[in-house]
């Protein structure tokens, strides 16, 4: 008998499955035994795309196909396998695109407000992020006012999704060698909208019937996320609420609180919940709490808007995408507050068992069944007044079933490009050197970016933990971001103290400069802080002169939604090893698939992988480290030579 | 003018013992909301526009040396 998947890692995790299953409440993770993945989607061979299908082409099972098969296998109009793979692969990095584009636009329109004196509830925090564009962007510093100058910067940025000629403004911040690649395979983004919607457009029936021709707009889409939407939402973002720096908070269930009124925020922006982390600390409205009963007002996040508040606030974190509903089955929960992305619909169903209010705040995602009460960035804190007020009102509400798991851990958050920087190098001489040099000493082993999401397919936070702490042990330092980074935050992973598991290098560097061995550097959409660290380490010196020349690699090894497709693609096509876990969406297509495991490597630098073992994972990631190291030249350790004055007179006349 | 960064005496390699300069963090550690952050350390705009041309050299200022502007071009 095949043996039963465990469901997750996660003590709190289990308890709650135990109390939803007991409830009657329905959960993802019960769900996904029900409803088993379709075999023909999952593996990409399935085109929905005109009224004469769906098409189904999938691979033959348990066999090798034939020729006669293969020649077989299209679809009405003819599209072959292979286009079919492709066009379902660019359509879900277009979603992706879209989605961190569709929060970038909205952070640059908030931020234009902020400048105009239109959005009174929010100012700039970080006028030295705001210098920086500004130099970058040759906007005029002078004695102008802040205000004035982040007109200008919003103005540029803005411009960028609009944008149908030229390329986006910090393309120029890659490689200067990663630029010519780019500009000579033809994939520097013009706009990002203008690429999402020619990525739609391609993929329509009739239309790009060529993969490798696809796979190549794919590439050029998702690079408009990395350097283009994701990078302008953190960019901008780090201005108005300031740059993460490092901040000591708390993660898990247990972070819920019996006795007082429990908010959590949910989802991906993080204009409201900003805003709520400063009322909910106001006098009045714990005063209100308190004449409704409770002790005060108990904040705490979710998903990657809770990244977000942990990293500029220190608000604690309830959990990752798969704990949810699981926050809800607690029956502490006065109010989820949810904006966009990755909020599952499931909620509303599990709230209905509860005393739970699912308030929905974004006129871009609505929910069935939810109370919605619109956030108006114009009147930010009456916004955030009125979501806190209807917590409140909610608190005598709650039922005798309530159970908070006691699984809380520490953690250690906020670690940004600048931090990063400030950190190695100090106050007066910023740098990566330090890094660099014990890269290149071997002491540390290379870098990976372990990111992305939670999926039922898989056990919850197993994959991510366990390849960290392999990773870590053979000393290679991780950055993390999403619901990776909360993953390894549950099981301890982002302390200083996890450096014990480390090996001894990475170890004797982590204690040196007193961070963790794994780096939590935001979410999501700060996944281009990652791209900026590796080009601060190329330009640096040492490690080559292209981000496809570092011992480094990126995995997102319990990926599920279609933004990681556009974040993995973003990483490939700056030079990156990327390798997915969980499932592969183009395994239907042997050709496409190796274009994109094989192939890319030769036009981009970087390509991706597939594996669903962790432990498999990071032997992938180390052998590519390894490999590149080795390249570099520095594989093995060299015995050092003083040179006197007449070894140099030597080597000058040479 | 008086020292006051601490020393510390350290033996070295063919001299007895040398003053070197000692620790020159704060004792304690930080508290509050404050904890960890450092960006207000630099308070005019005077110095964070010149902290950028140190700490992020590699865009905007001519002074460094890394795999795009080597002392030695290969």
């Known amino acids: ?654 | 003018m008086v020292n006051k960064n601490k020393v510390e005496m350290k033996s070295a390699p063919g001299r007895d013992k040398v003053e070197v300069l000692g620790e020159t963090f704060e004792p304690g550690k930080p508290e509050g909301e404050e904890m960890g952050k450092w960006r207000q350390k630099l308070e005019s705009r005077q110095e964070k526009l010149k902290y950028l041309e140190t700490g992020e050299r590699y865009y905007y200022s001519k002074d460094w040396y890394g795999s795009e502007k080597r002392k030695n071009p290969a």
């Not at chain 1, 500029?312 to 089955?329: C, D, K, T, Y």
């Open chain 1, 1 to 654: 008998m095949a043996e039963e998947k465990k469901l997750s890692i996660d003590p709190a995790t289990l308890e709650m499955i135990e109390k939803a299953n007991s409830e009657g409440v329905s959960t993802a993770f019960a769900r996904a035994e029900v409803m088993r993945p379709c075999p023909i989607g999952a593996e990409g061979s399935c085109c929905s795309n005109c009224a004469m299908g769906p098409c189904r082409v999938p691979l033959p099972r348990g066999r090798t196909e034939t020729p006669e098969e293969k020649k077989k296998r299209r679809g009405v109009c003819g599209a072959t396998v292979e286009t079919i793979a492709a066009r379902n692969f660019v359509r879900k990095i277009a979603a992706g695109t879209a989605s961190h584009g569709d929060h970038g636009r909205e952070v640059a329109k908030v931020f234009l407000e902020m400048a105009r004196g239109e959005a009174p509830g929010f100012e700039i925090k970080d006028e030295q992020k705001l210098l920086q564009l500004a130099l970058e962007l040759g906007v005029n510093i002078g004695n102008r006012s802040n205000k004035e100058i982040a007109i200008d910067v919003g103005k540029i940025l803005e411009a960028d999704f609009s944008r149908q000629e030229g390329e986006l403004v910090f393309l120029k911040r890659a490689p200067i060698k990663r630029q010519e690649i780019w500009k000579k395979l033809g994939v520097l983004p013009r706009g990002i909208d203008r690429e999402v919607s020619e990525a739609l457009h391609r993929t329509h029936m009739g239309c790009d019937q060529d993969y490798k021709d696809l796979l190549l707009h794919g590439a050029k889409t998702a690079l408009a996320d990395g350097w283009g939407g994701s990078m302008i939402a953190t960019e901008l973002q780090d201005i108005m609420f300031g740059t993460p720096a490092p901040v000591a908070s708390q993660i898990n269930l247990g972070v819920l609180k019996i006795d007082e009124v429990n908010i959590i925020v949910h989802g991906h922006e993080p204009y409201l919940a900003e805003t709520l982390a400063v009322v909910a600390q106001m006098p009045e409205m714990i005063e209100y709490a308190k004449s409704n009963g409770a002790k005060g007002i108990n904040l705490a996040g979710m998903c990657c808007t809770a990244n977000e508040i942990l990293m500029r606030h220190g608000v604690p974190i309830a959990g990752n995408f798969l704990q949810q509903e699981l926050a809800v089955v607690t029956g502490a929960v006065e109010a989820m507050v949810v904006d966009v992305q990755c909020i599952m619909q499931g909620l509303v169903e599990a709230a209905s068992c509860f005393h739970t209010k699912i308030i929905t705040t974004d006129r871009r995602a609505k929910i069935e069944g939810a109370t919605h009460m619109e956030f108006d960035e114009h009147h930010a804190v009456e916004s955030a007044k009125a979501v806190i007020k209807a917590a409140i009102d909610n608190f005598p509400n709650r039922r005798q079933n309530v159970r908070i798991p006691d699984y809380k851990t520490d953690i250690i958050a906020g670690f940004s490009h600048e931090t990063i920087n400030y950190l190695l190098g100090g106050l007066f001489r910023a740098s990566y050197r330090p890094l660099n040099d014990n890269i290149i000493n071997g002491r540390i082993r290379g870098v990976a970016g372990v990111v992305g999401c939670n999926n039922a397919r898989v056990t919850h936070d197993d994959v991510h933990v366990t390849l960290v702490k392999e990773l870590i042990k053979n000393d290679v330092l991780v950055l993390e971001t999403g619901c990776a980074a909360m993953a390894c935050g549950k099981a301890g992973l982002l302390v200083p103290e996890a450096a014990a598991l480390a090996g001894p290098g990475l170890r004797s560097v982590c204690e040196a400069v007193g961070i963790p061995p794994v780096l939590h550097l935001g979410a999501c959409i700060d996944n281009s802080r990652i791209l900026i660290a590796a080009t601060a380490m190329v330009k640096d010196g040492g490690l080559g002169d292209d981000i496809s020349d570092l011992p480094a690699a990126g995995v997102a090894p319990e990926w599920m939604s279609e933004k990681a497709v556009a974040i993995g693609q973003y990483f490939v096509s700056s030079g990156v090893y990327t390798i997915f876990g969980a499932s592969w969406p183009t395994e239907g297509s042997k050709e496409v698939t190796d274009f994109l495991f094989k192939e890319m490597e030769n036009l981009y630098g970087g390509m991706w992988g597939f594996e669903t073992d962790p432990l498999k994972i990071a032997k992938m990631v180390i052998d590519h480290i390894d490999k590149k190291r080795k390249a570099l030249g520095i594989d093995k350790a060299r015995e050092r030579v003083l040179y006197d004055m007449a070894m140099r007179r030597e080597l000058e006349a040479v």
